[in-house]
């Protein structure tokens, strides 16, 4: 059984700093890209960032220069640091793991969420 645990998630003021945690159980993560996504109240599910299973990178232009993310094969997790965050940052953040198959086919599994909530 596949699983993804997010953590890290709560209430911060803006210009704060907050670092997302999602740990993989139930496949072999060092051969998955891992990606946090997010999704705000009324709009569509947005991809924040990935890590491919090489270790390469990549943020969706809003968040370059403060978010970073990481993965720790030893601990099965992806990290997400989210540094000088706005109002507009707040959002659901799911995790997802992808591994490609075939040029028609890949494997997806997604994280229930934890909500990031940035307020004075």
């Known amino acids: 059984q596949v699983q993804l645990v997010e953590s890290g998630g709560g209430l911060v003021q803006p210009g704060g700093s907050l670092r997302l945690s999602c740990t993989a159980s139930?496949?072999?993560?060092?051969?998955?890209?891992m990606r946090w996504y997010r999704q705000a109240p009324g709009k569509q599910r947005e991809l924040v960032a990935t890590?491919?299973?090489?270790?390469?990178?990549n943020y969706q232009d809003s968040v370059k220069g403060r978010f970073t993310i990481s993965r720790d094969n030893a601990k099965n997790t992806v990290y997400l640091q989210m540094n000088s965050l706005k109002p507009e940052d707040t959002a659901v953040y799911l995790c997802n793991a992808r591994r490609v198959i075939t040029i028609a086919a890949a494997l997806d599994y997604w994280g229930q969420g934890t909500q990031v909530t940035v307020s004075s």
């Open positions: 139930g496949i072999i993560f060092d051969v998955y890209a």
């Open positions: 890590v491919t299973s090489g270790g390469s990178t």
